[in-house]
C-alpha cells in the first residue's frame, strides 16, 4: 500500500485503530474483536473490509474445534509516515529511499536577493536530506525493534497463556519502561491484578 492519502484515511478513525492495536498483536477474528473492544461485529466486519480492500490487512480462513472454521485477520503491510508541522511549514510523507537533489543553475547575473534565496533553498535542502536519512534510519531501528519482538514470541511458546496475559505480554515487550500501575491504566485492570498477571507470566516462562 502505497498511497498515504488513503492509509491517513483509515488510521485517523478510532475504531480502525483500535481494530489495528490488536491484529499487529495475533491474527484475531470478528466476533473475538468485538468482544475484546466493545465495538459491535457489524461495525468490525465493516472496517476490516475497507482495511482489507486497501491492502493494510489480509484475511485468511482456519477450521476451529469449537465450531465452523473462522476468519481471521492479520496486517499485510508496514508503513511509517511522519508529519512536521512548524510555522512556515508543513510536510507529511513516508519513508522513502532518497530524495534527488534539484539542480540549480549557476548565473553570475543574480542579484543579492536571489543568492540569498538560493543559499537558503540550498541549506534546506541539506537539512531535507539529513531529515530523510534520519527517516531511513528510523525505520532500520523501528523493524529492527520488531524482529526482537516477533523473535521472542516466536521462540515462546504462548499456547498455554490466555488472550489477557498474551495482551499483557505485548504491552510488557512495547513498553519496557512501563511498571504494573502503567499498565493498569491501559489495560483498565487494577494494579495488584496486573502485578499477579505478571508474576504469571514469569513463572510460566520459568517452569517453559
Keep these: 500500500m502505497n498511497d498515504m492519502d488513503s492509509i491517513l484515511a483509515i488510521v485517523e478513525n478510532p475504531t480502525r485503530r483500535k481494530i489495528l492495536q490488536a491484529v499487529v498483536r495475533e491474527p484475531h477474528y470478528p466476533l473475538q474483536l468485538s468482544k475484546e473492544l466493545g465495538i459491535s461485529q457489524q461495525a468490525i466486519v465493516k472496517n476490516l473490509n475497507l482495511m482489507e480492500r486497501e491492502g493494510i490487512v489480509v484475511s485468511y480462513r482456519e477450521s476451529s474445534d ?3 472454521e473462522r476468519i481471521f485477520y492479520k496486517p499485510s503491510s508496514e508503513f511509517t509516515i511522519t508529519i512536521d508541522m512548524r510555522n512556515n511549514m508543513f510536510e507529511v510523507r513516508m519513508i522513502s529511499t532518497g530524495e534527488e537533489k534539484e539542480n540549480v543553475e549557476e548565473d553570475n547575473e543574480r542579484t543579492v536577493e536571489e543568492r540569498q534565496l538560493e543559499e537558503v533553498r540550498a541549506k534546506i535542502s541539506q537539512i531535507d536530506r539529513q531529515i530523510a536519512e534520519f527517516d531511513r534510519r528510523r525505520s532500520e531501528m523501528v ?5 526482537l519482538i516477533e523473535d521472542f514470541l516466536h521462540m515462546a511458546n504462548l499456547d498455554n497463556l490466555d488472550y489477557e496475559h498474551r495482551a499483557l505480554l505485548y504491552d510488557m515487550l512495547n513498553k519496557p519502561n512501563w511498571n504494573a500501575e502503567d499498565m493498569s491504566k491501559k489495560m483498565g485492570f487494577n494494579e495488584s491484578l ?3 498477571m505478571i508474576d504469571d507470566i514469569l513463572r510460566y516462562f520459568r517452569q517453559m
Design 66 to 68: 469449537r465450531g465452523p
Design 194 to 196: 496486573v502485578s499477579t
Design 143 to 147: 523493524r529492527e525493534r520488531n524482529n
